[in-house]
């Protein structure tokens, strides 16, 4: 025992440098930001919101990529968000900061109104969200719902069920839309929806990657809903919303691609008067500025999408602006390469399939050694799809089957830009007329209206896009620099087909006592830091960074910034949000 004592004494110094590096590790950890839970709130109305992450009692602020929304401190780690009644139905980005420290971002949705069933009289119909019951693991514990509501729910451990319970009307409409992806969560969503007398009635599609079951009820009773993984796995980011609702429910449009503000467009989803897949004109009208480089990263596709919702529908679709002459695929005349479709070299094609196996056919006329670049997006629109695009001669044989899409050279892996959508620059051996052929290697099992693509086809002329980030080692953390002191951005160029000459970067509007130094990537540079400085003076306050690259021709184009939301998951931003704060000893004093 004495020996024990004695080597416990001598260690005694050791065990306190160690004990002294953890509680300083403790003390200096850095709070992190996985989620916010609920994830959503209807304008006009409060939701009391737990963040999920580490050292949350740090966080004080809460900001919001749309104006109009408030968040109150409540204790550590909870706040009260308030959403004004102006504030339209859409996604949007939150950001948590500290007293120096700029966190983020996650999703949260600004949630459209559900009309109560007209059957339900009691006060609790008015409710439109609940919160997941964690004891609903089995049908017989299933949680009381009403249709007409949101659910957020979490998959809290492996092999996790979710069950959910409400009352149906025979011939009620109903739809169920589960989603996870789009809101940065990991799950894989499955659902399957019981009858009154416990048979199965629906099962999701496992081809969805946020699935949407509809029927008409087949009898009046209670319905009961199973949610789980379809890997069974639980992570930290096994969130999802469920809908339940008997409105329409828009699930594409068609065309998907446009160059008008106002239009009206073919809607594909589901009305309260049918079981099935139903078509409908939709009125749409954009304003000048609905359009923005905001949404998934996409690597050599200048995309411009707007996010619209239907005022007389639930769901919501993305509209790409047309990035060239714009065209609408003929469907019943392009099936055969005898019947190709016309386009000119530079289209921005809106193309679906309709058919089982259905092959689209697009000609067009090349000039001998001229280069031109194909490129066709299907699961970068955030759909389970494999496209399999190849070039052909007049007569069908095959010149060129296009490769998936590998990252761009000089991108970096962070970003994670390789994709199964194909692409590739072609050189035209004679001045002749050649066809493309676009098929979904899915599309024998899976078509329909909402299996939709975009084919981009110009002359591969020398271009550059630009990006910018912050952390692109150390995702969800923004830009924040304490007063008389400086930080970096990173500015990262995809030169495309040759492009060698100079592209300047520059940051517009700067806040008072905010400077950075020029930027300049010299020829064939791919990457560069801009140095941000903030005077000494300037006021704790939050802004957003919007960037500008120019080339040779000096025509400005917006720089898109990247917010690397967590490993695997990067998302283009408006900017790049600066956080200006105090010193700590400037606080004390």
């Not at 072609?426 to 290697?441: E, F, H, M, T």
Request: with cysteine.
């Amino acid at each position: 025992m004495r020996g024990y004592n004695r080597h416990m004494t001598s260690s005694t110094p050791i065990l306190a440098s160690i004990l002294s590096f953890i509680a300083c590790t403790v003390a200096f950890a850095e709070p992190t930001l996985k989620t916010v839970f609920p994830h959503g709130c209807q304008a006009g109305r409060s939701v009391d919101v737990t963040l999920e992450g580490g050292e949350l009692e740090k966080f004080r602020v809460l900001h919001f990529s749309v104006p109009d929304i408030k968040a109150e401190r409540l204790e550590n780690g909870k706040f009260r968000i308030t959403v004004d009644k102006k504030v339209r139905p859409t996604l949007i980005d939150v950001w948590a900061a500290t007293d120096a420290a700029l966190i983020g971002p996650v999703r949260f949705e600004i949630d459209a109104f559900i009309k109560p069933p007209a059957t339900e009289s009691d006060e609790e119909a008015t409710s439109t969200h609940f919160e997941e019951d964690k004891s609903n693991d089995t049908s017989d514990q299933s949680q009381l719902v009403l249709l007409g509501s949101v659910i957020d729910a979490k998959i809290e451990k492996s092999a996790d069920l979710d069950w959910f319970r409400f009352q149906g009307q025979k011939d009620q409409s109903l739809t169920i839309a589960c989603r996870s992806h789009s809101l940065d969560g990991s799950v894989e969503p499955v659902m399957t929806l019981l009858d009154p007398f416990g048979n199965e009635l629906l099962h999701s599609d496992a081809r969805q990657r946020e699935p949407i079951i509809h029927c008409q009820l087949p009898a009046t009773g209670e319905y009961r809903l199973r949610v789980n993984d379809r890997a069974y796995r639980s992570d930290d980011y096994s969130f999802y919303r469920v809908t339940i609702h008997d409105q329409p429910h828009v699930q594409s449009v068609f065309p998907r691609v446009t160059r008008a503000e106002a239009l009206t467009l073919k809607a594909f989803g589901y009305r309260v008067d049918s079981a099935s897949t139903q078509e409908w004109d939709w009125p749409v009208d954009l304003s000048a500025d609905a359009f923005e480089n905001n949404g998934p990263l996409v690597s050599t596709v200048a995309r411009q999408v707007a996010n619209v919702r239907s005022p007389d529908a639930m769901g919501s679709v993305a509209l790409s602006l047309a990035a060239g002459d714009l065209v609408i695929e003929e469907e019943s005349v392009n099936n055969t390469h005898q019947s190709a479709q016309l386009i000119p070299a530079k289209a921005h094609v809106s193309g679906r399939f309709l058919a089982r196996g259905d092959i689209d056919w697009y000609h067009f006329t090349a000039e001998k050694d001229k280069s031109y670049q194909i490129s066709v997006l299907g699961e970068r629109l955030g759909q389970r799809m494999d496209l399999d695009v190849s070039i052909h001669d007049t007569s069908g044989k095959l010149i060129l089957a296009l490769p998936d899409l590998a990252a761009p050279k000089g991108a970096p892996a962070e970003f994670g830009l390789g994709s199964l959508d194909a692409e590739a620059t072609w050189k035209a051996p004679a001045d002749a007329n050649y066809l493309i052929a676009v098929r979904d290697l899915y599309g024998g099992g899976v078509f329909g209206p909402d299996r939709q693509y975009e084919l981009l086809l110009k002359p591969a002329n020398p271009a550059f896009r630009v990006f910018a980030t912050h952390a692109l080692k150390k995702p969800s953390v923004g830009l924040s620099i304490a007063a008389g002191k400086d930080a970096t951005i990173d500015v990262v160029a995809l030169r495309e087909n040759g492009y060698a000459e100079p592209i300047e970067v520059t940051i517009e509007n700067l806040p008072e006592g905010v400077t950075a130094e020029p930027c300049k990537l010299e020829s064939k540079e791919t990457s560069k830091t801009i140095k941000i400085t903030v005077a000494e003076n300037a006021e704790p306050s939050l802004h957003t960074l919007r960037l500008n690259a120019a080339g040779a021709d000096k025509k400005a184009m917006p720089v898109q910034c990247v917010d690397m939301v967590r490993a695997g998951i990067a998302r283009c931003s408006k900017g790049v949000p600066l956080l200006i704060f105090k010193p700590a000893s400037e606080k004390k004093e």
